[in-house]
């Protein structure tokens, strides 16, 4: 039960994050696509802070110019009259809420001052540090002047909630708390540092976990500040949250406390009225990847795109922590499976991450324009002869279909001739589409596992070293319309605290595998039961060895390939309809209740 006192105040929700006006990576979808129902239920009681970098805010910051009478106003105005750079607007997404960034570099020589205090009165050792963690400092900084001058101006007649994200927001938390400034605190780590290095590093990383030294660890990777800046956010919040049960464990072991509370992404979800526009986009955007396809493999062999189904696997390059490994091993033996059973169906992969790159391979660009040529000179030819064709059936005796070469100019078929000439090549279709700065894990098990293009393969593997936008020449589509053109998304994560891409999957209506030991994969097979039924597929990696759980995604692959193109389309309106589950608007209430909870734990 609230107690009167704060019953009766008006409540304002602060949060916090280093992506609030700056993409970086997974922590900008969680916030900005949480906007529209945060503004729903908090309307102008709800502001977000971050860091102020001019060119990235400059698409989506507008400046508040006036005067406008708030208490954040009054703030932002003291603070800018002592000479430090706080940027007051409006964030320019769906929701429009108000923010307010700090420039770092406003703190000048100060910050030297305020790593010392990190020291002295929390022992956090910000000595030699990457400028990040320096520049981390600085915002953590400003964020705890603005929130101790805030509470001081208002805390007798405000109720005031921050939400931290991260520790790259939190690092002013531990003085908020020991100067027991009036605030109630929320800290949600969204991963933890120590589980992402170790993971990686680790072998048997999951078996090790209890038995890990935070310290020791944190020392041997480097990264002292960041985990226990982390930590000590994480002790001294009122209520301490992290993304899904897989994380909670790695929570109790880094951090030494198990969350209060789990809080499960969601995404913003605007369906479409209509059922089946989804569909249609599916097959709009596949058109397009098949052009992709044909440029890419018809110049060395062809197949029927009838029977070519999409696959794709996507994130950054984390090799074995995405399941990158998995996937590409379970292909192999898909491969050999769709062979042995002499089938004529076609899948390819696509494996899209991060990596550097020089440019995009020339040959791959090359037979792509040449394939543009061929579609132009049919398109010529199929004007001319059409014209000609009219004309010679309107005045002519014949009714019977003349030749239709003679319609056709020497000079075009000529043309044609020669484009399809020197389209056509004896090289295997190259597995990667750039030319990588230098050879890395993927390429290396692409060859290991043999998935090289040859003709004869029933799989075959395009290996896009760089995010997919639309000003991306090979496939000329936004990441999201890729995805909707796809039949199938394979996220088989060994480290994965949460996992947008299965659920950005989810709600475009697609087939998605997903692991037990990634947030999301754990969370559906909490909630729901007939998940598999579907359309979500979850590799069991918690206690399979590898080679188990390659057979079982294997197997998934396989079964989903011998699926009927109307059971593949049943399935994707079924997958659609789970993605009310993840709205917000169902999902926020979780938040509701941290937040809640953290005004109480303040003042019980
Ligand atoms: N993504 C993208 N373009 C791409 C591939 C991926 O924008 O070509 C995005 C994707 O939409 C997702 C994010 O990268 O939101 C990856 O987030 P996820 O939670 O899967 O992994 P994390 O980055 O948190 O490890």
């Given amino acids: 039960m609230e107690s009167m006192f704060s019953a009766s105040k008006r409540k304002l929700l602060i949060e916090v994050a280093w992506e609030v006006c700056n993409q970086v990576g997974g922590i900008y979808t969680v916030i900005r696509s949480k906007v529209p129902s945060m503004v729903e239920k908090w309307d102008t009681d709800y502001i977000l802070l971050g860091p102020y970098f001019p060119q990235r805010a400059a698409v989506e910051f507008e400046p508040i110019t006036h005067d406008d009478g708030t208490e954040i106003g009054r703030v932002v105005l003291n603070m800018r009259s002592r000479g430090l750079d706080v940027q007051y607007g409006h964030w320019?997404?769906?929701?429009?809420?108000?923010?307010?960034?700090?420039?770092?570099?406003?703190?000048?020589?100060?910050?030297?001052?305020?790593?010392?205090?990190?020291?002295?009165?929390?022992?956090?050792?910000?000595?030699?540090?990457?400028?990040?963690?320096?520049?981390?400092?600085?915002?953590?900084?400003?964020?705890?002047?603005?929130?101790?001058?805030?509470?001081?101006?208002?805390?007798?007649?405000?109720?005031?909630?921050?939400?931290?994200?991260?520790?790259?927001?939190?690092?002013?938390?531990?003085?908020?708390?020991?100067?027991?400034?009036?605030?109630?605190?929320?800290?949600?780590?969204?991963?933890?540092?120590?589980?992402?290095?170790?993971?990686?590093?680790?072998?048997?990383?999951?078996?090790?976990?209890?038995?890990?030294?935070w310290q020791r660890e944190a020392k041997h990777y480097n990264i002292e500040a960041q985990a226990t800046i982390e930590r000590l956010s994480a002790q001294l919040s009122h209520v301490f949250t992290t993304v899904s049960d897989v994380t909670a464990r790695e929570c109790e072991v880094f951090l030494g406390r198990v969350p209060d509370l789990i809080l499960p992404n969601g995404l913003n979800i605007v369906r479409f009225t209509a059922v089946h526009e989804f569909q249609n986009?599916?097959?709009?955007?596949?058109?397009?990847?098949?052009?992709?396809?044909?440029?890419?493999?018809?110049?060395?062999?062809?197949?029927?795109?009838?029977?070519?189904?999409?696959?794709?696997?996507?994130?950054?390059?984390?090799?074995?922590?995405?399941?990158?490994?998995?996937?590409?091993?379970?292909?192999?033996?898909?491969?050999?499976?769709?062979?042995?059973?002499?089938?004529?169906?076609t899948v390819v992969m696509f494996m899209i991450t991060k990596q550097p790159f020089k440019s995009i391979n020339p040959d791959v660009l090359h037979s792509r324009a040449l394939l543009d040529e061929i579609q132009e000179t049919c398109k010529a030819i199929e004007n001319q002869l059409g014209d000609k064709l009219f004309l010679n059936a309107a005045s002519g005796e014949d009714i019977n279909l003349p030749d239709l070469n003679q319609f056709v100019d020497e000079y075009w078929r000529l043309r044609l001739r020669r484009t399809i000439q020197s389209f056509k090549t004896k090289q295997l279709p190259p597995f990667v589409t750039h030319d990588l700065v230098e050879e890395d894990d993927m390429v290396r098990f692409i060859r290991q596992v043999q998935l090289v293009n040859n003709a004869h393969d029933r799989v075959k593997v395009v290996y896009h070293p760089d995010f997919i936008s639309s000003t991306n020449p090979l496939f000329g589509l936004d990441y999201g319309q890729f995805v909707r053109g796809c039949h199938l998304g394979v996220f088989p994560s060994y480290y994965e605290p949460w996992g947008y891409t299965p659920l950005e999957c989810v709600v475009r209506g697609i087939p998605t595998v997903t692991s037990d030991l990634s947030g999301f994969g754990d969370f559906i097979m909490q909630i729901m039961r007939d998940y598999e039924n579907r359309g979500i597929y979850v590799v069991n990696r918690k206690t399979q060895?590898?080679?188990?759980?390659?057979?079982?995604?294997?197997?998934?692959?396989?079964?989903?390939?011998r699926l009927s193109q109307r059971d593949r389309i049943t399935q994707r309106n079924r997958v659609e309809n789970i993605a009310e589950v993840f709205d917000w608007t169902n999902l926020r209430s979780y938040y509701d209740t941290a937040h809640d909870l953290a005004l109480k734990r303040r003042k019980p």
């Fill in 92 to 213: 320019l997404i769906t929701g429009k809420p108000r923010v307010v960034l700090f420039g770092i570099a406003s703190l000048g020589p100060a910050i030297e001052q305020v790593k010392y205090q990190l020291w002295e009165r929390h022992q956090i050792s910000t000595l030699g540090v990457e400028d990040l963690v320096n520049q981390v400092v600085g915002f953590g900084e400003l964020v705890r002047i603005f929130l101790t001058e805030l509470a001081a101006e208002s805390a007798k007649h405000v109720d005031i909630v921050v939400h931290f994200h991260e520790w790259m927001a939190s690092s002013g938390l531990p003085d908020l708390r020991k100067d027991n400034v009036k605030v109630a605190t929320v800290f949600t780590t969204h991963a933890t540092m120590l589980g992402r290095y170790l993971a990686q590093n680790e072998s048997g990383f999951y078996g090790k976990l209890p038995f890990f030294d």
């Fill in 281 to 345: 986009l599916h097959v709009k955007f596949k058109e397009r990847i098949h052009e992709f396809i044909m440029g890419h493999f018809f110049q060395s062999y062809s197949f029927d795109l009838e029977k070519t189904l999409y696959f794709f696997t996507s994130g950054r390059f984390e090799f074995s922590n995405k399941g990158y490994d998995i996937t590409l091993e379970a292909l192999a033996r898909l491969n050999w499976k769709m062979r042995e059973a002499n089938m004529d169906m």
């Fill in 545 to 561: 060895t590898f080679n188990e759980a390659a057979d079982q995604l294997a197997n998934i692959l396989f079964r989903f390939v």
